[in-house]
């Protein structure tokens, strides 16, 4: 009978500190050396954290960035803001790819935490290498690939609101390294916060699964070539947006119903990567990945009187609704292809890099309304579980094509072994075409094309001291159909300029940042008080802001995150009378702190394996409404954990929001609409065996 042999992994080693990324250039560089703003996660603070559920909560620790803008998301949308701007789709990017191909209204791709290595935060424009990076930055998520280190790790987990879960991680390779595989996957069954009144405590549920291989293989030294996809299948309910009554009061009433509100989505995707090194000094790279998403969902909105234009009845408590369902189809297809060359020129050495990138992306969109009246409800006594109308009416039939073709060029040149100039440049072709058919066929045919640049230089002190200087544009074309008047958005243009300051002590992973930024972006995505799921374009928005940060190692066993932010953001150019206003639900100013313990180094054997750790996160208000008479205040909330190292075993507590402290993201501004309630205390046990 063949015998287990269970060995000693090390899990005691945490490091939440890197020294390197690929992210901000495509080339590997020292994060000192990068003229931008960027913060990594790392695979151990993503455990320690215990970020499983949704991906947003890698980014509650983050400078520049707000994470859960609308409260508790139960449907897996990774609603994030950077530099005060929304990115929930634009800052999407996989394993420097853009994953930000979007649906016509629901549909957007999502990512299970448990599936990554890492996570790289670059903040401000970053056009010039990725072509579709945003104003705010790009969050770009690593995925775990094969490597030449076995891999077996089983992962038991279950929390309050009954949370269940389980995840498997398998890597084996064979004896030279030639050929190595991996196979990550996670499966997850839970009710959630969200609670319908009146039903006998009915909630909202996540049923979730994931899975994902990956095959690397070396047939020289030279060459690589890895191969991997992934499936992700995700049924949810409503989520925590709570009906305000006519005066503006919160209610405990949820506008969807328990036994109709279903967010049905089913993504896949399968890519390559291929590297070779033709000598020390040239290097190719060829990445690709088509993605698709298959989505069906129904949901309730908020219906309205013809005549009156009100939500509410006369007794103003009755509140009218209009269910409705989506079927929706994302296809995107992305490949970028790049040369890097490294030479010296005098005094001067260059990292340059040539590439040309591709992404296009696909989407389709059926809207059914109801042909028959969907009933109201009462929202102080409302009544759930009544028979819902099907949605039967072929309202909009849509389809939207916007391909993307982009050349860039970038050199970083570097003199004296201290100052390290970083120029870009690219050029984009973009040509997209849409068809709606509303109530007439309308089509919609446009080609655009755009420059953009990076300029940074930096000075690099043998203490580890590097101040610089950037100035850095972006160029966006923006995915979905302003509902109002059924066209496309305009594509967004932005430009930043930054100062900062980063120091690493030499022989460390500790990392400290200061910047100081303003950015400018046009043709701004807003959400429009009118719907909950409409958005309109506001002229042009314009951020100010400072950023802190802190990640180190304290002295031996202690480590420390700190990140602090405050941003001016204003719109500077409004058609709707809005200028000088801050924009919806961007907090001015946010700040967080973490730090945990390892025990085990104060040399007391029953302390030994143990590890205490807490953090902090404040989040300032912000305005619910374009004319900035209402405000959401601000809220402080606070995590922790406990966890426990023994061999191979591993054991985690993970507590946010200890206190249950009950709290709202945002309101709904005059008139009414939903207030969107933070995530509750959620407390969650975590085993974990590698062998």
Do not use: C
Not at 82 to 110: E, H, K, P
Not at 213 to 229: A, M, Q, Y
Not at 554 to 582: C, H, P
Request: hydrophobic residues 35%; without cysteine.
């Amino acid at each position: 009978m063949p015998t287990l042999v269970i060995k000693d992994t090390g899990l005691d080693k945490i490091e939440y500190g890197t020294k390197d990324t690929m992210t901000a250039t495509k080339t590997k560089t020292p994060i000192l050396e990068i003229p931008q703003s960027m913060t990594v996660i790392t695979r151990d603070e993503l455990t320690m954290r215990g970020v499983q559920l949704n991906f947003t909560e890698a980014l509650r620790y983050i400078p520049g960035v707000t994470a859960d803008q609308f409260g508790f998301e139960g449907r897996g949308f990774e609603y994030v803001s950077m530099r005060g701007f929304n990115s929930l789709s634009t800052a999407n990017f996989r394993d420097n790819l853009s994953q930000q191909g979007r649906g016509l209204y629901f549909a957007d791709f999502i990512t299970d935490p448990y599936s990554l290595e890492r996570v790289d935060v670059l903040r401000g424009p970053t056009s010039v290498t990725f072509g579709r990076g945003d104003a705010g930055g790009i969050v770009n998520r690593i995925t775990k690939l094969p490597t030449a280190t076995p891999i077996r790790e089983i992962e038991l987990q279950y929390g309050n609101f009954d949370r269940k879960r389980i995840a498997a991680d398998f890597g084996l390779a064979n004896e030279d390294g030639t050929l190595m595989f991996r196979l990550v996957t996670s499966a997850l069954d839970t009710d959630t916060q969200v609670r319908f009144p009146n039903t006998g405590g009915d909630r909202a549920q996540i049923r979730r699964f994931y899975i994902s291989p990956s095959l690397t293989w070396r047939p020289t030294n030279r060459t690589s070539i890895t191969l991997f996809g992934d499936i992700l299948n995700n049924r949810s309910q409503a989520s925590a947006f709570y009906q305000a009554a006519p005066d503006g009061r919160p209610t405990n009433t949820l506008l969807g119903d328990p036994n109709f509100t279903r967010y049905s989505t089913d993504q896949a995707s399968v890519s390559y990567k291929l590297e070779h090194h033709f000598n020390d000094s040239v290097t190719a790279r060829q990445n690709f990945r088509f993605m698709g998403l298959n989505g069906r969902y129904r949901e309730i909105d908020p219906g309205f009187d013809p005549d009156t234009e009100t939500r509410f009845a006369a007794d103003g408590r009755t509140l009218r609704r209009s269910a409705f369902g989506t079927r929706e189809r994302v296809d995107q297809t992305v490949l970028d292809t790049h040369i890097e060359a490294r030479a010296r020129t005098g005094p001067f050495n260059h990292t340059a890099l040539v590439g040309i990138d591709w992404n296009r992306v696909e989407s389709t969109l059926k809207y059914f309304a109801a042909s028959a009246p969907t009933p109201s409800i009462d929202i102080f006594n409302p009544n759930y579980n009544q028979p819902m109308p099907t949605p039967d009416l072929l309202a909009i039939d849509g389809v939207q094509k916007i391909d993307q073709v982009g050349f860039y060029v970038q050199d970083q040149i570097k003199f004296d072994q201290r100052w390290v100039l970083t120029l870009s440049g690219r050029h984009d072709k973009v040509s997209s075409v849409t068809d709606v058919n509303v109530f007439n066929p309308q089509h919609t045919a446009s080609k655009d094309s755009a420059y953009t640049g990076r300029a940074g230089l930096t000075y690099l002190f043998s203490n580890g001291v590097a101040p610089y200087f950037s100035y850095s544009q972006s160029f966006l074309p923006q995915y979905g159909l302003n509902f109002f008047n059924n066209s496309p958005f305009e594509p967004t243009r932005a430009s930043q300029y930054e100062v900062g300051i980063k120091y690493q002590p030499p022989g460390t992973r500790s990392l400290f940042t200061a910047a100081l930024f303003e950015l400018t972006k046009t043709n701004v995505l807003t959400f429009d008080p009118r719907s909950p799921r409409g958005l309109t374009e506001t002229g042009e928005v314009r951020s100010r802001g400072a950023e802190l940060e802190a990640r180190t190692e304290v002295f031996r066993g202690l480590n420390a995150i700190g990140a602090f932010s405050y941003v001016d953001v204003k719109i500077t150019e409004s058609a709707e009378g809005f200028a000088g206003k801050m924009p919806l639900r961007v907090p001015n100013l946010t700040a967080s702190g973490w730090l945990d313990y390892n025990l085990g180094t104060l040399n007391v054997d029953a302390l030994r394996g143990f590890f205490i750790g807490g953090g902090v996160r404040y989040v300032g208000r912000v305005f619910n409404d374009d004319a900035n008479t209402s405000t959401t205040p601000s809220f402080t909330l606070f995590d922790a954990v406990l966890r426990y190292d023994h061999g191979p075993w591993q054991f985690l507590i993970n507590a946010n929001n200890i206190f249950d402290e009950k709290y709202f993201t945002a309101g709904p501004g005059p008139g009414g609409g939903s207030f969107f309630l933070g995530s509750r205390r959620t407390v969650v046990g975590t085993l974990k065996l590698r062998f």
